[in-house]
C-alpha cells in the first residue's frame, strides 16, 4: 500500500520564503512524486526557474500562454495530470486570488481549471498574515476543502517576530504525505513504542543503549499516514514526533510499562520497536549526584524490570502483537523461541550491528505459521511498510472471525 498518485504540481508565490520551496522539491523527489513547478513572476525575483527545473527536472512554467506543445491548453492539461497541488510559499496576494477566483496569472489559473487535493503554506508577514482580509480568505478556502497548514511563529525576514514564518519543508512534506496516502488502517488504533530507555543509578547518571527510535517513528508515521489513530510511546531521542500522532515520552522502562498497559485494551495492534532495558540498577543514591571521592571501584546491582512483551502476550484479547528483537547471534532460532514465548503474532528479527543509529534495517519477519520473509537492506521507512503489509492481512483475518462470531 502507499500513495494514490505521484504528480504533484508546486505553486512558488512570490516572498522571501521562495527559496525554501527549492527543499520541498527536493523532498518530494525523494519520496517518489513526480513534480510539476509553477513560479509567479514576482517569485522568479527571489528564486530563478533553473533552480526548480534542475531539482525537479521538469520544466518549469511561469507563463499562461507558454506551452512546449502548440495544442496543448497548459493551464487545463495539466490540471489533468495533477494529483495534489500545493502551494508553498501561500502569500497574501495569491490567498485572496484563489478565495476569490481572480485568475491572472499562470498560478491563479491553473488553481481555477484543478478540483483536487489542494494545500496551502502560508509565509508572509506577521500584520498581513492577521489582517482580516487574510484570515478571511484562508477560512473561505478552508471551508471549499483546501487544506491550510499553519504558518510558524518566530523572527521573520522583515525583522518582526510572530505567526507568518514558512512551517519546515519537512512538516509540509508529512501532511502531503497524509493527503496522499491510501487509509487501510482507517479506523484501526496503533501503539506504537520506541527509543531506549534510561534505568539511573544516582540524580544524573543512567545505564541506557544506542537506539534512536528511528524505526518506531517510521512505523508510527507510516500508520498514521495509512489512516490509523496511532499512540507513539518513546524513550529519549532527538527525532520530532510524527504529525498526527498521540506522543507520550517516557523515560525508564517502569515509566513504558505503565504507559502501554494502560492503553492496551483500547488498541487493535501493538508494535513494541523500542529498545527497553531488560534490566535497572538498584540506585546508589536518591535524589543526589553520586561523588567519586572515596570511590575506588563502583559495583551496580541489577534487578529485572518488567517484560512488557510478555504481559501483553498474556493479557491480550482481540490484539495483534508485533515484536522487535535485536540480537548478535542465532537471529531465527532466539525469534522463533521469543515469538512463541511471548505470544507474539510477528516478529521483526534484526542482526545488532545492522538496526541500531542508522538509517537503514535488514530484517527478517517471522509470522506466527511459521513462515519467514527476509527483506534486503532498506531505508527504515521501507520497513515500515513492509512491516503494516504484514499487519493488514491478519487484521482482516481476525475482523471476518469477529464478524462470523457475532
Request: glycine share 8%; charged share 25%; proline share 5%.
Amino acid at each position: 500500500m502507499g500513495i494514490k498518485g505521484n504528480r504533484i504540481t508546486l505553486g512558488v508565490a512570490g516572498g522571501i520564503a521562495a527559496y525554501k520551496a527549492a527543499e520541498l522539491v527536493r523532498l518530494m523527489v525523494k519520496r517518489g512524486f513526480e513534480v510539476r513547478v509553477i513560479m509567479t513572476t514576482n517569485a522568479t525575483r527571489f528564486v530563478t526557474p533553473i533552480t526548480f527545473q534542475t531539482l525537479s527536472q521538469q520544466w518549469v512554467r511561469t507563463d499562461t500562454f507558454e506551452s512546449h506543445h502548440p495544442q496543448r491548453v497548459e493551464h487545463v492539461a495539466l490540471a489533468q495530470e495533477t494529483d495534489i497541488f500545493a502551494v508553498a510559499p501561500a502569500t497574501a496576494n495569491i490567498l485572496a486570488k484563489m478565495a476569490h477566483g481572480i485568475a491572472d496569472d499562470m498560478l491563479s489559473t491553473f488553481y481555477l481549471a484543478y478540483s483536487g487535493i489542494t494545500i496551502v503554506a502560508p509565509a508572509m508577514n506577521t500584520q498581513m498574515y492577521l489582517h482580516p482580509a487574510t484570515q478571511e480568505n484562508l477560512r473561505t478556502l478552508a471551508e471549499r476543502g483546501v487544506v491550510v497548514v499553519d504558518p510558524q511563529e518566530g523572527e521573520l525576514a522583515c525583522g518582526e517576530t510572530g505567526p507568518g514564518r514558512f512551517p519546515e519543508p519537512a512538516y509540509i512534506m508529512e501532511r502531503i504525505m497524509d493527503l496522499a496516502y491510501e487509509k487501510d488502517l482507517e479506523g484501526k488504533t496503533f501503539l506504537v513504542t520506541a527509543g531506549p530507555t534510561r534505568e539511573f543509578f544516582d540524580a544524573i547518571r543512567f545505564v541506557s543503549n544506542p537506539s534512536t527510535g528511528k524505526m518506531g517513528f517510521a512505523i508510527a508515521r507510516e500508520a498514521r499516514m495509512r489512516g490509523a489513530r496511532v499512540y507513539l510511546i518513546s524513550g529519549p531521542t532527538h527525532l520530532t514526533p510524527p504529525w498526527g500522532v498521540d506522543f507520550i515520552p517516557v523515560t525508564t522502562a517502569r515509566e513504558m510499562h505503565e504507559r502501554v498497559t494502560s492503553l492496551f485494551p483500547e488498541v487493535d495492534v501493538v508494535i513494541k520497536a523500542a529498545a527497553v532495558a531488560d534490566f535497572s540498577p538498584v540506585p546508589l543514591t536518591k535524589g543526589v549526584k553520586l561523588k567519586k571521592e572515596g570511590i575506588g571501584q563502583l559495583t551496580l546491582t541489577l534487578e529485572t524490570n518488567p517484560d512488557i512483551l510478555a504481559h501483553l502476550g498474556r493479557e491480550k484479547k482481540h490484539q495483534i502483537l508485533v515484536g522487535f528483537a535485536a540480537e548478535s547471534r542465532d537471529l531465527l532460532q532466539n525469534a522463533e523461541k521469543k515469538l512463541k514465548e511471548k505470544g507474539l503474532d510477528l516478529i521483526v528479527v534484526n542482526e545488532v550491528s545492522e538496526g541500531f543509529a542508522m538509517d537503514t534495517n535488514r530484517v527478517t519477519i517471522l509470522r506466527k505459521d511459521g513462515s519467514i520473509q527476509s527483506l534486503p537492506l532498506l531505508p527504515k521507512e521501507d520497513v515500515a511498510k513492509a512491516v503494516l503489509d504484514e499487519v493488514i492481512p491478519l487484521l482482516n483475518k481476525r475482523g471476518s472471525k469477529d464478524s462470523l462470531a457475532y
